[in-house]
């Protein structure tokens, strides 16, 4: 069994900054690609940005120059370190990874989401 568990949100004031971790455990064989992804009220759940296990990197417009993400292999984690803050990044941020729990296949997994919520 795998588990994605998410930490780092709170409350910050726009222009803040927030680092988010997620740890990956379980039985985990390989881990492909990792991401975070965000759901505002109201609204569809919208990739953030996502890593390759090469460590290429995607972002959505909304947060370039603005997000990194960043992951260390050897603790099975993924990290986005968020600046410049708006009240519009206000969401549910939520863990998703591609991971093999064995050589015969991959699923997609998800975190239980971590609220981030940035005040005008």
């Known amino acids: 069994q795998v588990q994605l568990v998410e930490s780092g949100g709170g409350l910050v004031q726009a222009g803040g900054s927030l680092r988010l971790s997620c740890v990956a455990s379980?039985?985990?064989?390989?881990?492909?690609?990792m991401g975070w992804y965000r759901q505002a009220p109201g609204k569809l759940r919208e990739l953030v940005a996502s890593i390759t296990s090469g460590g290429g990197t995607k972002y959505a417009d909304s947060v370039k120059g603005r997000f990194t993400i960043s992951r260390d292999n050897a603790k099975n984690t993924v990290y986005l370190q968020m600046s410049s803050l708006r009240p519009e990044d206000t969401a549910v941020y939520y863990c998703?990874?591609?991971?093999?729990?064995?050589?015969?296949?991959?699923?997609?997994?998800w975190g239980q989401g971590t609220q981030v919520t940035v005040s005008s």
């Open positions: 379980g039985s985990i064989f390989r881990i492909n690609a």
């Open positions: 998703n990874a591609q991971i093999d729990p064995d050589p015969t296949y991959q699923y997609n997994y």
